[in-house]
């Protein structure tokens, strides 16, 4: 069965700043997926980034890119120039290769202080 | 924004009662699926749907069910509720399984109190 693990219940970012956020899995799979989610106060669970682990290049999307290290079977959230909507809770979800489930975990506070 | 819609959007119920969920998606996705998000756990699998009549076990599927008899519509019930069940309830979709078609995007899930 497939882990994933955020370590770090709550971190708090000056707004401009630069904040990164931690994940790791474990997995015996060699194809699969990495999903980051945001949940701001309003509950609604919204896709930030997606990863293919066969790709080596890092995904991006505007102010969120990830580091993706396959070997240390490590997904990092970075979060550029961070605003004040950008305070959520985020969570690292994985999923493995056909099999459509996500494994999330168990999410991330962030706050970014004005 | 997917179409995705749930409800009701909030309820509160009597422990013994059957609570009955809908998700409805205006997307024709053929993938479905129910979560139940509690602190500490993030979110957990319930149930989910591969097709109309095709549903599969997820993590936490103890005292729930679920049925579809349409693509646009994956009901979760309770058939009694318990205080354990009190959580917020997610539905999400997806195409498919396929490279492309696997990312899901979520309702705006649904608030039950079990008294």
């Known amino acids: 069965a497939q882990t994933v693990t955020q370590s770090q219940p709550e971190m708090s970012v000056q707004e401009a700043e630069t904040v990164t956020l931690s994940c790791t899995y474990d997995?015996?799979?060699?194809?699969?997926?990495l999903f980051w989610y945001k949940q701001p106060p309003s509950r609604q669970m919204i896709l930030v980034i997606r990863q293919e682990a066969y790709k080596q290049q890092n995904a991006t999307e505007n102010r969120f890119s990830v580091n993706f290290q396959k070997a240390a079977k490590s997904f990092s959230l970075k979060i550029s120039d961070s605003q004040l909507g950008d305070t959520a809770m985020y969570f690292c979800a994985f999923m493995g290769g056909a099999n459509s489930k996500l494994t999330f975990g168990k999410g991330i506070t962030l706050s970014v202080r004005p | 924004d997917a179409g995705i819609t749930q409800s009701p959007r909030h309820k509160v119920t009597e422990t013994g009662t059957p609570v009955t969920l809908r998700c409805h998606q205006t997307?024709?996705?053929?993938?479905m699926y129910w979560y139940r998000q509690d602190p500490g756990h993030g979110l957990r699998l319930i149930h989910y749907?591969?097709?109309?009549?095709?549903?599969d076990k997820g993590e936490v599927s103890d005292g729930y069910s679920v049925s579809r008899s349409k693509t646009e519509d994956f009901l979760l019930t309770l058939e009694s509720a318990t205080s354990s069940q009190t959580s917020v309830y997610f539905c999400a979709i997806s195409e498919g399984p396929l490279r492309g078609q696997e990312t899901q995007y979520f309702g705006p899930g649904t608030r039950l109190l079990v008294l």
């Open positions: 997995t015996s799979e060699s194809n699969y997926y």
């Open positions: 997307e024709n996705h053929r993938y």
């Open positions: 749907s591969y097709g109309v009549k095709d549903t």
